[in-house]
């Protein structure tokens, strides 16, 4: 059975830093696109960040870039998305999701890209 699970949410002052983990099981992340979105009140599902299980590479939405950092680690078959200097507008449930490698990562960004989702975990930034 194909799941995802995120871990790592939680409450975060502004400033502050948290890790953000996506366990797979049924399948090995090796030959995956992940890729992590989030979804605030109100709003649709975003596109955060991306990991190609192609060709490595890695892209993020400008909101996150230079803050954020996906990494993979396949032996513990988890994905992980560092946060840093976070903000309140980065308050949102995030989930991972998953597609089978493909070599166009153009559409990294769209849910509908994506065949596996995870359950969710929230963030939430205040002081």
């Known amino acids: 059975q194909v799941q995802l699970v995120e871990s790592g949410g939680g409450l975060v002052q502004p400033g502050g830093s948290l890790r953000l983990s996506c366990a797979a099981s049924?399948?090995?992340?090796?030959?995956?696109?992940i890729g992590w979105f989030r979804q605030a009140p109100g709003t649709g599902r975003e596109g955060v960040s991306f990991?190609?299980?192609?060709?490595?590479?890695?892209y993020y939405s400008t909101s996150v870039k230079g803050r954020f950092t996906i990494s993979r680690d396949n032996a513990k078959n988890t994905v992980y998305l560092q946060m840093n200097s976070l903000k309140p507008e980065d308050t949102a449930v995030y989930y991972c999701?998953?597609?089978?490698?493909?070599?166009?990562?153009?559409?990294?960004?769209?849910?509908?890209?994506?065949?596996?989702w995870g359950q969710g975990t929230q963030v939430t930034v205040s002081s």
């Open positions: 049924g399948f090995t992340l090796d030959y995956y696109d």
């Open positions: 999701a998953a597609v089978p490698a493909r070599a166009d990562g153009s559409s990294w960004y769209s849910p509908r890209t994506y065949d596996y």
């Open positions: 990991s190609s299980g192609d060709d490595g590479s890695r």
